[in-house]
């Protein structure tokens, strides 16, 4: 019976989006639906509603873009079978979900690979990224632009991690992927992947002694409530993708492709401005509100070369993440 209702969701859904997905003959105006799994007070979300009012506009209703946010539609995993059928438009997605489909993207997960937001910012706004980012159009889809998930650094109930001996013993939740798994095992603590949902519970039981994050997560989360010593070692930056079908966008003429791109990377410069907001935020509630204390003045080198053994794993497995860590070298090295 469960088989059965989930197979007749799946059919309505589908129903659903294939028509928005349609173009109105009478009003000459199609829609693209969007999905993604944040609320929507969300700096993503808001920039993605400043998406859809500049695409709008500047094809003077040709195209209107439908969000369905809070993981309407599924999870990120079920949003991308979406976008490869052509049934879904556009999704957010983290980028080293992206890997199954285009190798280079186990890249964006991997630790250290940015030295700072400011390297990051320059590497990712650069023409080599823009054309990595339009070249798995073959693959069924490809990304319009990137946005900023933060810093991930470690973060544990009352134990600073300055050096990688730090976490030694201690049981760090990790994300459900195999390179921050690996990640923490050289740095020498206990990796548990486990949902993000779930971290707040484990924290409070004693299932987990730690976890990692950027700084909202204290906030919006709760962790700071628990966890009260934030290491800033910043071992990961991970950008979020915004990916379109390229079923999709073969279907758009060349002008309103333009419009959709310039519309796309304007949404990414007001996200840097409401995620800078939001992280000073978060730092100065969890400081003031919850006790976080913030250790800032750590040295990241033995972090660097704990994990190198990682980095180059990846780059001799992948073709594809080697030839991605050479366009950033490049990048930086301009």
Avoid at 144 to 168: H, M
Wanted: with cysteine; aromatic share 8%.
């Amino acid at each position: 019976m469960k088989k059965i209702l989930y197979l007749i969701c799946s059919l309505l859904l589908i129903a659903t989006l294939s028509s928005c997905n349609q173009k109105d003959p009478e009003n000459n105006t199609t829609t693209l639906t969007l999905a993604h799994s944040l609320s929507q007070d969300h700096p993503v979300h808001i920039a993605l509603e400043e998406f859809a009012k500049e695409v709008e506009e500047k094809t003077d209703g040709r195209y209107k873009v439908k969000i369905f946010p809070n993981g309407q539609l599924g999870s990120e995993n079920e949003s991308m079978e979406q976008i490869l059928a052509g049934v879904l438009s556009m999704a957010r997605i983290a980028s080293p979900g992206l890997a199954t489909y285009e190798r280079g993207y186990d890249t964006f997960g991997l630790p250290y690979i940015f030295e700072s937001t400011e390297d990051y910012y320059n590497i990712m706004d650069s023409d080599e990224i823009k054309e990595f980012f339009m070249s798995s159009e073959d693959k069924g889809f490809l990304t319009l632009t990137y946005y900023d998930s933060g810093s991930r650094s470690f973060y544990t109930k009352n134990k600073a991690i300055r050096t990688p001996e730090d976490l030694k013993g201690l049981k760090i939740r990790v994300q459900d992927m195999k390179s921050q798994t690996e990640m923490v095992n050289l740095l020498g603590g206990t990796p548990v992947a486990m949902g993000y949902g779930d971290v707040y519970t484990s924290l409070q039981t004693g299932i987990i002694d730690g976890t990692e994050n950027n700084e909202t997560a204290l906030t919006i989360g709760g962790h700071g409530e628990i966890a009260k010593v934030y290491s800033k070692d910043e071992h990961a930056m991970i950008p979020d993708a915004l990916v379109i079908s390229s079923e999709v966008w073969e279907k758009i003429d060349s002008t309103d492709q333009q419009i959709i791109m310039e519309a796309a990377r304007n949404s990414t410069e007001l996200h840097k401005k409401l995620w800078a907001e939001s992280i000073k935020e978060a730092r100065e509630i969890a400081e003031k509100d919850l006790g976080v204390e913030f250790v800032d003045d750590i040295d990241k080198e033995p972090f660097i070369e704990k994990t190198k053994p990682l980095v180059e794993q990846y780059r001799n497995e992948y073709k594809e993440v080697d030839d991605l860590l050479k366009t950033i070298e490049k990048v930086r090295s301009k």
